[in-house]
């Protein structure tokens, strides 16, 4: 017999717990805990004759999650299902129906951006059906995804090794990395100078920079030609101040964030990996305790949108947070209305605090460490985004004397505006920089000068952040796709995290030339952004799924026949490691293996001796005096500096020592990373000293 309770279905148990203190009684709420179908792992899984029709299949495990859903909701007087706001959520809810028999175009899809009691208890009050142009665009993706992957998969294992794969993502942001490699071995750094000098006016110093010679920019490209202008210059007389440019000028506060630019600021300032960022965001999103007062709430809207978007009810909040907390100068008093990224659905607003009142400093206590400083993040951001402008009064001074040029440049903050609640990564660090009170026709007096060589630099290699950035400027994939992405290109071994930095692998270029030579159209971005626009199409009920698909696999589908028969066998040699086994003496060599390069007995498999690749940094262990201080990695990557003889020997230190001691103890001295560069500390007491360049 049915029950009187209403049954919800979510994807996870800590949203299912939030939402059903808000329903009340009357309703039950359950987790699917995620998709229950999916297309099968052991075979393609996609009928290709018959317009790409899927293959579903319960996923494995999850067999006594579905039993529960159908007893659920057999006894329930009616099933609402509550899945994300998105594509895959749309996927998830249309899944379950099928499951439980539900009728698709019946009333039963609730969703809402927000999990807080007025948005959720709204929601259930004007429930929808399940919208299939979004199920069908979440299907395209899927089963073109399912096409690449398996067809490639296969050939990259028979003729490279087992255990890799290839993806329409994964292999741009693979491209996109090797691009930048190749571009950095190709750069050619080219000479050039700068000239820094100090200027006195009364008792007050400033600096200038050469500008260059009868007004006009002049680039030092040599030692010989900086020397010229040093001749040009008299001494012992006086400069002129032959202009002085005075002007106010407005920095703007950055849009509140959108999936990408939260992956990127908590990566850059957090040193937050994209799927940590997600992983906590999540956490936010879908209910954290705060007490008998308010019980369990969503902290964050949504946070997978590619939005700028701001509801007038939460801009009206701030307002009115903004005008309280700091008073009505910092308030801005138009809305604003930022322009999306092109190629952006707009489906959701802005990564935002469900309420701007709930501020960083009263959720403290209440959130773990990581938890606290990614709300802190996106609190400050839409805060800020609400402000007013920062003022700045800028000053330009030219000085000249015998037609050389320079120029001094300052600047002085004098209203703070959003900067008092937040400052990009870009702006972090910057100080005024204030002249003394200059006008035209004043004379200074040249202390001294300050010649310096440079060179130009490379372009850097990417970071998770830049490399989030150049997909989304690409238009290839969507902010959810990216941490994952990523994650799948490091597991593979592809490319490897130097640092902060990703460099390819050699297995990441071999792929990657297999890829280019025999299926262009997966690493052409065009080609991939492209599909990006059409699946957007689809979900606007504008294109057909099965005509899309079609439209990128025939293509794909020669590329595939033909490089069955031309892809030959590659063999990655093993290079000689100039060391002998020690088990049976035989040469040992480098092997490259699913985690890096390693030795390996040349006698494989008869001999299965095998030893870490370390590196030694030519400093005498400090403990033992025996053994070579080496560097070493830890399970997350991180560099550590051990002594070659443990387990004898257990000395380990995180910062790199540097092969001398301290004078003031005798302690081993080491090299550490501080604020603005790197520094020779002593561990054990006050002893620092700078870094000889």
């Known amino acids: 017999m049915p029950s009187s309770k209403n049954l919800v279905i979510v994807e996870s148990p800590s949203k299912a717990k939030t939402i059903e203190k808000y329903l009340g009684r009357n309703y039950h709420v359950v987790a699917s805990l995620g998709h229950v179908r999916d297309l099968p792992k052991s075979q393609m899984g996609v009928d290709i004759e018959h317009d790409y029709e899927p293959k579903y299949i319960s996923i494995r495990g999850k067999g006594p999650v579905i039993k529960d859903l159908k007893k659920e909701a057999k006894k329930a007087k009616r099933v609402y299902l509550a899945a994300d706001p998105d594509r895959e959520g749309e996927a998830i809810a249309w899944h379950v129906s099928h499951l439980l028999g539900l009728d698709v175009d019946g009333k039963n899809r609730v969703v809402f951006n927000e999990i807080t009691k007025d948005t959720v208890k709204q929601a259930f009050k004007s429930p929808r059906s399940i919208d299939m142009n979004l199920v069908d665009a979440q299907q395209a993706r899927r089963i073109l995804d399912r096409l690449v992957g398996y067809s490639i998969s296969p050939i990259l294992w028979a003729k490279v090794k087992k255990g890799l794969s290839a993806g329409r993502v994964q292999s741009i942001a693979l491209k996109l990395v090797i691009e930048r490699e190749n571009e950095i071995k190709k750069f050619v750094p080219e000479e050039y100078w700068t000239i820094e000098s100090i200027f006195k006016h009364n008792k007050d110093k400033f600096s200038a920079n050469f500008y260059g010679v009868n007004h006009k920019k002049v680039d030092l490209k040599n030692n010989e030609k900086v020397q010229e202008i040093l001749g040009q210059i008299d001494k012992k007389s006086d400069f002129d101040v032959e202009k002085v440019t005075k002007k106010e000028r407005k920095r703007f506060p950055a849009a509140p964030f959108t999936t990408s630019s939260l992956q990127q600021e908590a990566n850059r300032k957090l040193n937050f990996k994209t799927r940590k960022t997600m992983m906590i965001a999540q956490q936010l999103y879908e209910g954290i305790n705060l007490g008998r007062k308010e019980g369990t709430v969503g902290l964050i809207t949504y ?391």
């Open 303 to 693: 946070m997978r949108t590619d939005s700028k978007r701001i509801s007038k009810v939460a801009q009206a909040e701030a307002s009115k947070f903004i005008h309280e907390e700091y008073g009505e100068p910092f308030a801005a008093v138009k809305m604003r209305n930022d322009k999306n990224q092109e190629g952006a659905q707009d489906a959701h607003e802005a990564i935002r605090p469900s309420s701007v009142f709930r501020t960083p400093k009263s959720m403290k206590e209440l959130l773990t460490r990581d938890q606290y400083r990614l709300y802190e993040l996106i609190w400050s951001r839409f805060t800020a985004s609400q402000m007013t402008p920062a003022v700045f009064d800028t000053m330009a001074v030219d000085i000249s004397q015998n037609n050389v040029n320079f120029r001094a440049n300052g600047s002085k903050m004098k209203f703070e505006g959003y900067r008092k609640v937040y400052q990009s990564t870009s702006e972090s660090g910057k100080k005024d920089n204030i002249l003394p009170d200059l006008n035209e026709g004043d004379k200074v007096q040249l202390q001294s000068n300050d010649p310096a060589q440079h060179f130009t630099q490379p372009p850097a290699r990417f970071s998770e952040a830049s490399l989030v950035k150049a997909l989304e400027e690409n238009g290839v994939g969507r902010p959810s796709t990216y941490a994952p992405t990523i994650d799948t290109i490091q597991r593979r071994y592809y490319v490897k995290l130097n640092g902060k930095s990703f460099e390819p692998t050699e297995l990441g270029e071999i792929v990657d030339n297999l890829i280019q030579d025999y299926f262009p159209d997966i690493v052409n971005v065009d080609f991939t952004a492209n599909l990006e626009d059409e699946l957007d199409h689809i979900e606007e009920g504008k294109e057909d799924w099965v005509k899309v698909v079609d439209r990128y696999y025939k293509p794909f589908e020669k590329e595939l026949e033909s490089a069955e028969d031309k892809i030959e066998k590659v063999q990655i040699k093993d290079e000689p490691a100039g060391i002998d086994c020690d088990i049976c003496g035989a040469p040992m060599v480098i092997k490259l293996g699913r985690y890096g390069k390693f030795y390996a007995c040349s006698r494989f498999p008869d001999c299965r001796n095998t030893k870490p690749i370390v590196k030694e940094i030519g400093v005498t262990c400090p403990k033992c005096k025996k053994g070579q201080v080496i560097e070493r990695k830890s399970k997350k990557n991180r560099i550590f500096y051990g002594c070659s003889r443990y387990p004898d020997c257990d000395f380990v230190t995180w910062d790199k020592p540097i092969g001398r001691n301290c004078p003031k103890d005798q302690h081993y001295l080491v090299e550490k990373k501080v604020k603005g560069g790197r520094q020779v500390i002593c561990p054990n007491g006050d002893y620092e000293e700078a870094i000889q360049k």
